[in-house]
Nanobody, 120 residues
Framework: QVQLVESGGGLVQTGGSLRLACIAS????????IAWFRQAPGKEREFVAS?????YYADSVKDRFTISRDGGKSTVYLQMNSLKPEDTAVYYC????????????????WGQGTQVTVSS
């Protein structure tokens, strides 16, 4: 019902910035909560941020990352500033119902992921 494609990952130095994009197709984007998760090698996939009526952030990225929608509401962005090596991971976009929180099982639709690498 919903297809998600992420882009914008890459290699950046500590303290740098990247902007990830999640482009949705299928059902109207406005009816879903959109979240970003990330997974580092050997680690569990963890919640990063979400947007629906409000925005929510993991404590580890609060005040550094910003999630937003474009004017047409077909794309969700994750602006990542003050990047640290511990931010290195594959970042995934996910779509779920409006009441979804930060739990992986609440999100039925996932993108393919985009690699973010932060060098020291």
């Amino acid at each position: 019902q919903v297809q998600l494609v992420e882009s914008g990952g890459g290699l950046v130095q500590t303290g740098g910035s990247l902007r990830l994009a999640c482009i949705a197709s299928g059902r109207t984007f406005i009816t879903y909560s959109i979240a970003w998760f990330r997974q580092a090698p050997g680690k569990e996939r963890e919640f990063v941020a979400s947007i629906s009526r409000n925005t929510y952030y993991a404590d580890s990225v609060k005040d550094r990352f910003t999630i937003s929608r474009d004017g047409g509401k077909s794309t969700v962005y994750l602006q990542m500033n003050s990047l640290k090596p511990e931010d290195t991971a594959v970042y995934y976009c996910a779509a779920g119902p409006q009441g979804a929180t930060g739990l992986r099982y609440e999100y039925a639709y996932w993108g393919q992921g985009t690699q973010v690498t932060v060098s020291s």
